[in-house]
């Protein structure tokens, strides 16, 4: 998903050949991939841009849980709020560099405490593991610090496949990757689904929304 195009793609496993299948062999060496923690895409691409979404959210559940937990999620929510707001102000790239260093000595220092609890310690070895990925966006102006828009357009399908009950042919799956491709995309860009829909399968395009109404109307 980009600021323009989205793809779907179904498909029974998770792993980083599906990344090759749909992007490629390479992706571009400074593109950045936003993701959730599944270890695909580290295996698929170096530059990464973790949800923060998915990690505070696991952080606030743990505290809720763990006392020695409550710190954590406190400094993460407001390292991010403080970070957003930073980036807000689109600051230039010098003061961005300095900001995400701070920032990493900031999550370092979350994660070389000692913790009494498994939930807590799997928290923190989460953060570890994802230190080079957690402030890409802070360098990076055009990219954001969650994937909450792929997970927005995730959830229309994730509705849709309830409904049918799944797709019951191989067909059937790659018909319904390519018109939810072409519709998200199109809503994305401006044109009309319906209307590009249409021309697509060789109908006759309403020249304007007034005239489909008045053609639906008679």
Not at 167 to 178: A, P, Y
């Amino acid at each position: 998903m980009t600021d323009e195009d989205v793809f779907y793609t179904i498909d029974e496993s998770r792993g980083s050949q599906v990344l090759e299948d749909v992007l490629g062999d390479e992706l571009a060496e400074d593109a950045t991939l936003s993701c959730d923690g599944w270890s695909a895409y580290p295996s698929y691409h170096g530059k990464l841009q973790r949800c923060w979404a998915h990690l505070l959210r696991e952080a606030k559940y743990v505290a809720e849980r763990h006392e020695e937990a409550e710190p954590v999620s406190e400094v993460l929510h407001d390292l991010h709020d403080d970070l957003t707001t930073f980036d807000e102000e689109d600051p230039p790239a010098s003061a961005r560099e300095r900001r995400r260093a701070q920032a990493s000595l900031c999550l370092e220092e979350l994660i070389r405490a000692d913790y009494e609890t498994d939930e807590v310690t799997q928290l923190a070895e989460k953060i570890r593991n994802g230190l080079g990925s957690w402030l890409t966006f802070v360098t990076e102006p055009d990219v954001d610090s969650t994937n909450n828009r792929a997970e927005r357009a995730l959830r229309e399908q994730v509705v849709m496949r309830k409904i049918f009950g799944g797709l019951r042919s191989e067909t059937g799956v790659r018909i319904h990757e390519i018109l939810s491709t072409m519709v998200a995309t199109w809503e994305r860009q401006g044109p009309d689904p319906p209307d590009q829909l249409t021309s697509v399968l060789g109908g006759e395009r309403p020249d304007s929304r007034t005239e489909a109404s008045t053609t639906e109307l008679r």
